[in-house]
């Protein structure tokens, strides 16, 4: 069996989700909106999958989240959402998932905001930014980035947005936050993650939309009104309850699982560092999320050191796991200082509560002698094949 170090990438579904989608599954046709006993029956589960998979999004009242299709739909509706408020500024960050990214990038006012050498959203620019314009104005930055793990003082970002633009809008992109740092929506607008980061099924997330939004921004879809009309369509019940028990499942150990995934985390980069004195940690210095890893190997082509170790049975990522595969280096590294040159020969490692201390030692030896090998092999490490 290969190692998995991708959980940021995907996670396994965990049996508690797996058993109880199946059981979703074999109850029958389950319509929510249906005006029969079975869309009653529908309308029962669907509500109890939303009270309990909102349970990892801190104080807020469970019908203030909505379910999605996942992350990228999430970060789809808010963005598009305030778009149709007609001439806008979008404010984000240079280190954003492509799921913001991309459309953020095609907007005519901008700005993308840069990042300190710790990963963190220069603030001093974001004032700059809010007090630039006075078009209606959002505010979108993630809570965790997917790469480096680095936690956004997010707190603080909300406090000013709204210290200097009360009215303006903010969206979190919390796709890898959920589950692994403690979230307060308090002046938030939108809130995005998904299941399958979290050990849940694929094609299903949640976004939180807060009275503050619904009330002043027109609906972007259109249809037969489910989910507050901003999400209409009908929902997937069977995969709603695979993550809400998923998400139930790190709600109740939320402190155990993070200290767990953080042991194993910890233990990695000991063994690596012991093994390989010259690598780097990216992001070593900022709070982390407790799973992610991203390790410059220098002089080491990621990608060719990634197809290495999948070789050897350890599957790992370079760059955002959703663009890997494409021959560009990080934007999150380069905008955090890193030459071009070292974010190339970056790699991510994240682990799940599925991982084992044995196999995360063993990887650890495992990387360490394929680095050897290749070091061995031309005395300067590998050359860049992309
Ligand atoms: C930070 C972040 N946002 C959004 C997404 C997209 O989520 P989904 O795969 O559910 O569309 C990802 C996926 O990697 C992510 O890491």
Partial sequence: MPTYLDANATTQISSSAR????????????????AHSSGEQARKLLTAARDDAAKLFGDIFPEDVIFTSGGTEGNWIAIQTFLRLGDTQLISSQIEHPSVANPISTTRNNVLI????????????????????ALPTMVSVQWVNSETGVIQPITEIVQLVRDIRPEAFIHVDAAQAVGRVPLDFEGIDFATCSAHKLHGPHGIGLLYVSDHAVERLPGYMNGAGQERGIRPGTENVPAAIGMAAAFTERAENFDQHNAYMQTLRDAFETALKSRLPNIRINGENSPRVGNTSNVCFPGHDAMALIAALDANDILCSFGSACSSGKPEPSKT?????????????????SVSIMNTESEIEEAAQVISRVVRDFNDNNGRGIQRTI
């Fill in 19 to 34: 058993d109880a989608m199946v059981n979703a599954l074999n109850v029958g046709p389950l319509n929510p909106s249906s």
């Fill in 114 to 133: 840069g990042v300190d050498a710790r990963g963190h959203v220069k603030l001093k620019e974001l004032s700059e930014a809010l007090t630039s314009s």
């Fill in 333 to 349: 590294l380069l905008a955090m200082g890193l030459s071009e040159t070292d974010a190339y020969c970056s790699v991510r490692f």
